[in-house]
């Protein structure tokens, strides 16, 4: 089993900045894909950033959010600038893992840290 574990969410003001951290633990022989998906009231999840192959975002964070990764922690990472209430919602931690047990590959989540932008 593999677990995900978030970290860093919270209030913040129109303009600040915060930095998500995602480390993953268990029985991990390697891991694909890593990437950080948002889901706001209402909405449906959509994905932020991932890190795998290449890197992506989402246009509505390009140029202020920066996702990055290190392997032998298998933990990444959401570097969040000029932040706006629209980025406000639940962000999730996702990962693609083979497990060292089986060798077989699945997808992880991770519980979800609340990311609140208000004055």
């Known amino acids: 089993q593999v677990q995900l574990v978030e970290s860093g969410g919270g209030l913040v003001q129109p303009g600040g900045s915060l930095r998500l951290s995602c480390a993953a633990s268990g029985s991990i022989f390697s891991m694909y894909a890593m990437g950080w998906y948002r889901q706001a009231p209402g909405k449906e999840r959509e994905l932020v950033a991932v890190?795998?192959?290449?890197?992506n975002y989402v246009d509505s964070v390009k140029g202020r959010f920066t996702i990055s990764r290190d392997n032998a922690k298998n933990t990444v990472y959401l570097q969040m600038n000029s932040l706006k209430p629209e980025d406000t919602a639940v962000y999730y931690c996702?990962?693609?893992?083979?497990?060292?047990?089986?060798?077989?590959?699945?997808?992880?989540w991770g519980q979800g840290t609340q990311v609140t932008v208000s004055s």
């Open positions: 996702h990962a693609q893992v083979v497990s060292r047990m089986t060798g077989s590959l699945n997808n992880y």
């Open positions: 890190s795998g192959r290449s890197t």
